[in-house]
């Protein structure tokens, strides 16, 4: 599975972005899709995944994102709102397609190339 990351940016605080991953071919709902961030010096970080309807959000985001998973060549999105300086980092999207809904960046064999997100104070 090939997947591309969009939407990223420059904003400010307080400010919303949409982030969308498209795939090269379809991923069932069994297949674990989720977003990763990882700002400079840090490890990958877990943001959002979804299986099947089942949603989870690292706590940092709730209330602030929403992940929305769709039907066709892109599969989600990320809703971005009351962007904050900390959220700034390189944003992947990720699949697993044994469906582990796994917050460890190890149990995803497919990768996008990232989109930079940066909220300015």
């Known amino acids: 599975v090939h997947l591309v990351e969009s939407g990223g940016g420059l904003v400010q605080a307080g400010a919303s972005l949409r982030l969308s991953c498209a795939a090269s071919e379809r991923t069932p709902r069994s297949y674990t899709v989720a977003w990763f961030r990882q700002a400079p010096g840090a490890e990958r970080e877990f943001v959002a995944g979804i299986t099947w309807n089942e949603k989870t959000y690292t706590d940092s985001v709730k209330g602030r994102f929403t992940l929305d998973r769709v039907d066709g060549k892109t599969i989600m999105y990320l809703e971005m709102n009351s962007l904050k300086p900390e959220d700034t980092a390189v944003y992947y999207c990720?699949?697993?397609?044994?469906?582990?809904?796994?917050?460890?960046?190890?149990?995803?064999?497919?990768w996008g190339q990232g989109t930079q997100v940066t909220v300015s104070p």
């Open positions: 990720a699949a697993d397609t044994l469906g582990r809904h796994s917050v460890s960046y190890l149990l995803y064999g497919y």
